[in-house]
């Protein structure tokens, strides 16, 4: 897949190489077409959750496209982060940071139908978890012991578990359509169901740039269905300014025990998967195990870059795993490819017509983009869990939490009688369950007798054994 016109085998190995600019510039800008979709949609989702998004004709919808317009800007920020370094911080390796979808599901209960305002409870809790992040770099090698493919493939599946509804509902003609003729209708989901139909005709069919960005492509295509039929409304676009810079504490402050606790424990696991990242560049990229110097630069970076982006409105930023698979594919390990990447990125935050544009997109179309998406995030955590051995212990361990974290998810309403700060961490389905898995992980003998989990199974006791040994 490499260009010899790039430079030499040993050249594209190094960091530190830039190729000529020629190439360089769409290489870095193939980066941001890679994590585009996935790096917007949070703050779409987010802001809907809230009630000033899709569908709700609320007063405050601009404060979406700003919260859209900070989410590409920081993006770039903490890229340049990561590729530049600032001292010990950054791992100055090709690292495409963006916002994090891990967060969703601790972030929606704390903003649930309570508006704009209670967005400031958010920006808290990010600054916070931002810095406990940073912090975590000073001994990330010390805590990977507890966070096993058990437990890390267990909360990226229930992060994709608590979001796929999401996807759907979308799809359908969003929550605001809800009980009205509109929601469901087959034009919604003609809009969503071309969105899919076109992605996975990429991703099987197509090579290179076009199936990476499968997923943008698809939203092209039902954005371009859409306006076709008269769906598509540009009105913000004419009225959103050419350019704007950051707004420092535009949603203002506010520090919730429940945020500042929920953003602390995702720090745990989205450190983890930085770690995870930052090896997966190195080996695919370089053909060598990354060093400690560049897994606590990036983990830093992680933290730092979250911590500002708190500041100014956008979300957590963490490494993008779908743009180390684009340097294995092209070969290409320069970090300052992925710079360029980054400019690119923070010239789209300035220009606020982008983010209305961006939320021009009817919710229909969006909605199967994050079908995809969110199915994806499920399919790479049972990939993870593939690495587990599924031996009887671990079989429980998996059981107890994901029934108790997915059930907590599925009926909020049994938790009624906790105080609010336990209710909404509780509620979220992925903190009980990873709190759950890390705990039982740890303290339960390595195995169990054969007979142990035959009387609840059903007959379905497993038998399957992964690539890894033990937890």
Same mark, same amino acid.
């Given at each position: 897949?490499?260009?010899?016109?790039?430079?030499?085998?040993?050249?594209?190995?190094?960091?530190?190489?830039?190729?000529?600019?020629? #190439?360089?510039?769409?290489?870095?800008?193939?980066?941001?077409?890679?994590?585009? *979709?996935?790096?917007?949609?949070?703050? %779409?989702?987010?802001?809907?959750?809230?009630?000033?998004?899709?569908?709700? $004709?609320?007063?405050?919808?601009?404060?979406?496209?700003?919260?859209?317009?900070?989410?590409?800007?920081?993006?770039?920020? =903490?890229?340049?982060?990561?590729?530049?370094?600032?001292?010990?911080?950054?791992?100055?390796?090709?690292?495409?940071?963006?916002?994090?979808?891990? /967060? %969703?599901?601790?972030?929606?209960?704390?903003?649930?139908? #309570?508006?704009?305002?209670?967005?400031?409870?958010?920006?808290?809790?990010?600054?916070?978890?931002?810095?406990?992040?940073?912090?975590?770099?000073?001994?990330?090698?010390?805590?990977?012991?507890?966070?096993?493919?058990?437990?890390?493939?267990?909360?990226?599946?229930?992060?994709?578990?608590?979001?796929? #509804?999401?996807?759907?509902?979308? =799809?359908?003609?969003? *929550?605001?359509?809800?009980?009205?003729?509109?929601?469901?209708?087959?034009?919604?989901?003609?809009? !969503?169901?071309?969105? @899919?139909?076109?992605?996975?005709?990429? #991703?099987?069919?197509?090579?290179?740039?076009?199936?990476?960005?499968?997923?943008?492509?698809?939203?092209?295509?039902?954005?371009?269905?859409?306006? !076709?039929?008269?769906?598509?409304?540009?009105?913000?676009?004419?009225?959103?300014?050419?350019? =704007? &810079?950051? $707004?420092?504490?535009?949603?203002?402050?506010?520090?919730?025990?429940?945020?500042?606790?929920?953003?602390?424990?995702?720090?745990?696991?989205?450190?983890?998967?930085?770690?995870?990242?930052?090896?997966?560049?190195?080996?695919?990229? !370089?053909?060598?195990?990354?060093?400690?110097?560049? %897994?606590?630069?990036?983990?830093?970076?992680?933290?730092?870059?979250?911590?500002?982006?708190?500041?100014?409105?956008?979300?957590?930023?963490?490494?993008?795993?779908?743009?180390?698979?684009?340097?294995?594919?092209?070969?290409?390990?320069?970090?300052?490819?992925?710079?360029?990447?980054?400019?690119?990125?923070?010239?789209?935050?300035?220009?606020?017509?982008?983010?209305?544009?961006?939320?021009? @997109?009817?919710?229909?179309?969006?909605?199967?983009?994050?079908?995809?998406?969110?199915?994806?995030?499920?399919?790479?955590?049972?990939?993870?869990?593939?690495?587990? $051995?599924? $031996?009887?212990?671990?079989?429980?361990? /998996?059981? %107890?939490?994901?029934?108790?974290?997915?059930?907590?998810?599925?009926?909020?309403?049994? &938790?009624?009688?906790?105080?609010?700060? &336990?209710?909404?961490?509780?509620?979220?389905?992925?903190?009980?369950?990873?709190?759950?898995?890390?705990? &039982?992980?740890?303290?339960?003998?390595?195995?169990?007798?054969?007979?142990?989990?035959?009387?609840?199974?059903?007959?379905?006791?497993?038998?399957?054994?992964?690539?890894?040994?033990?937890?």
């Amino acid at each position: 897949m490499t260009d010899s016109t790039l430079g030499t085998a040993e050249q594209l190995r190094d960091p530190d190489y830039t190729p000529p600019l020629a #190439k360089s510039v769409p290489l870095g800008i193939q980066h941001v077409l890679a994590m585009f *979709v996935s790096n917007v949609t949070p703050a %779409i989702i987010v802001c809907g959750a809230a009630g000033f998004g899709f569908g709700s $004709n609320s007063p405050d919808f601009p404060q979406m496209i700003y919260m859209i317009q900070m989410s590409m800007f920081f993006a770039g920020i =903490a890229t340049l982060i990561q590729t530049i370094g600032l001292g010990p911080v950054g791992a100055k390796l090709p690292i495409v940071q963006g916002t994090s979808f891990a /967060f %969703i599901p601790i972030m929606i209960p704390l903003v649930a139908g #309570k508006g704009v305002d209670a967005i400031a409870v958010l920006m808290g809790g990010i600054l916070v978890g931002g810095l406990f992040h940073a912090v975590l770099g000073l001994f990330i090698g010390k805590i990977r012991f507890a966070l096993p493919p058990l437990v890390t493939g267990l909360v990226v599946t229930m992060i994709g578990l608590a979001l796929v #509804k999401v996807g759907i509902q979308y =799809a359908a003609g969003g *929550v605001p359509a809800i009980g009205t003729e509109e929601y469901g209708s087959g034009i919604n989901w003609l809009m !969503a169901g071309t969105v @899919i139909i076109v992605t996975l005709g990429l #991703k099987f069919f197509a090579r290179g740039m076009l199936s990476v960005s499968a997923v943008l492509v698809g939203l092209l295509a039902g954005y371009a269905l859409a306006f !076709a039929l008269g769906q598509v409304n540009l009105g913000n676009v004419g009225r959103a300014a050419s350019f =704007a &810079l950051p $707004n420092p504490l535009h949603f203002g402050l506010e520090f919730s025990v429940a945020a500042i606790i929920g953003f602390c424990l995702m720090s745990f696991v989205s450190a983890v998967e930085t770690v995870g990242d930052v090896s997966g560049i190195t080996k695919g990229g !370089a053909g060598r195990e990354a060093t400690d110097r560049e %897994i606590q630069g990036a983990t830093y970076a992680d933290g730092l870059g979250t911590a500002v982006s708190g500041l100014f409105g956008a979300l957590p930023n963490t490494s993008f795993s779908q743009n180390v698979g684009l340097i294995a594919m092209t070969g290409v390990m320069s970090r300052h490819v992925v710079s360029i990447g980054a400019v690119f990125l923070i010239l789209c935050g300035l220009v606020p017509k982008i983010g209305a544009i961006i939320s021009s @997109i009817p919710i229909e179309v969006l909605g199967g983009g994050v079908i995809v998406m969110f199915g994806m995030v499920v399919a790479a955590g049972i990939s993870m869990l593939s690495d587990v $051995n599924w $031996n009887r212990r671990n079989m429980v361990i /998996f059981a %107890i939490a994901l029934s108790l974290g997915l059930g907590l998810q599925l009926e909020p309403g049994a &938790l009624q009688y906790l105080p609010g700060t &336990l209710k909404v961490l509780a509620t979220s389905g992925i903190l009980p369950a990873a709190v759950i898995a890390i705990v &039982l992980n740890l303290v339960l003998p390595q195995e169990l007798a054969g007979e142990a989990t035959e009387e609840v199974s059903g007959g379905l006791a497993g038998r399957g054994t992964g690539s890894m040994a033990g937890e």
